[in-house]
């Protein structure tokens, strides 16, 4: 199942939000920075009633430290930022833009759950739980996941 192509920017994702679209654990999302615990999810989050992401593991998913809960942020990445904590160029850096942003504890390592190329935007994952990442991207863990790409231009076999 595809997401709507009017659900693929941040904002769009707020409005869907506000418009009681997005459910997680079969409960409305009403507030676009509310935070969740893994162990609400029970594997399902949905927009429309449509399955956006689902893990037939979810309730094997531990917290990586016993000391600190696994906490999880997502965010829009903008076209043109790198996913990185080091960059000897300089770049702008979501991460960065994060940090800035006050999001994750003060002294916190966020890990990204995958990568998203320097050229395009979207929806990341991110958590403060390298355990966590790890086990969102086992392909034993069967998570659905669902890209949309847009070519401008000319697309060649090559």
Known sequence: TNLPSSVSSR????????????TL???VISNPAALVSWKEVKGAL???????????????NKAAST?????????????????????????????????RGGVGPPGSHLKTVG?????????????NSGQYAHEMELPSNAFYRSY???????????
């Open 148 to 158: 949309r790409v847009r070519v401008h231009g000319f697309l060649t076999q090559s």
């Open 25 to 27: 654990a079969g409960k």
């Open 46 to 60: 949905s927009f429309n009633n449509q399955l956006i992401l689902f893990s037939k593991n979810a309730t094997q």
């Open 115 to 127: 990568r998203l190329d320097m050229s395009t935007e979207g929806l990341i994952l991110l958590t």
């Open 67 to 99: 000391t600190e809960r696994a906490r999880v942020w997502l965010a829009h990445k903008l076209k043109g930022e790198i996913v990185s904590h080091n960059d000897p160029h300089n770049r702008p850096s979501l991460l960065e833009r994060l940090r």
């Open 11 to 22: 904002r769009s994702i707020e409005r869907a939000i506000q418009d009681h679209q997005i």
